[in-house]
Nanobody, 122 residues
Framework: QVRMAESGGGLVQAGGSLRLSCAAS????????MGWFRQAPGKEREFVAR????????GYTDSVKGRFTISRDNAKNTVYLQMNSLKPEDTAVYYC???????????????WGQGTQVTVSS
């Protein structure tokens, strides 16, 4: 059974940092591109960042460019999201997901975690 478990969320002041982790199991991790998505209260889930199977290419939504960094460690079956210079508008539940492609669309991701809450105070 495929499982993805996010961790590392919490409460942080604006300008602070958090590092999210997502540990995957039940799949050949290196065969999947990985993505991070987020969903704020009352809003639809949106794409945040993606990374190729090898970790050599990454992509981000414009609102987080220069602040967030996605990375992966295939030996540990884990993908990370380093979040710096956090803003109140970053407040959301953050989800990791796996895809057999490389896309910004959540429809292209087959496997999802349950999410971890990130709250940024002003």
């Amino acid at each position: 059974q495929v499982r993805m478990a996010e961790s590392g969320g919490g409460l942080v002041q604006a300008g602070g940092s958090l590092r999210l982790s997502c540990a995957a199991s039940g799949l050949t991790f290196s065969y999947y591109a990985m993505g991070w998505f987020r969903q704020a209260p009352g809003k639809e889930r949106e794409f945040v960042a993606r990374i190729t199977r090898s970790g050599r290419l990454t992509g981000y939504t414009d609102s987080v460019k220069g602040r967030f960094t996605i990375s992966r460690d295939n030996a540990k079956n884990t993908v990370y999201l380093q979040m710096n210079s956090l803003k109140p508008e970053d407040t959301a539940v953050y989800y990791c997901a796996g895809s057999d492609g490389y896309s910004v669309s959540e429809k292209e991701y087959q496997y999802w975690g349950q999410g971890t809450q990130v709250t940024v105070s002003s």
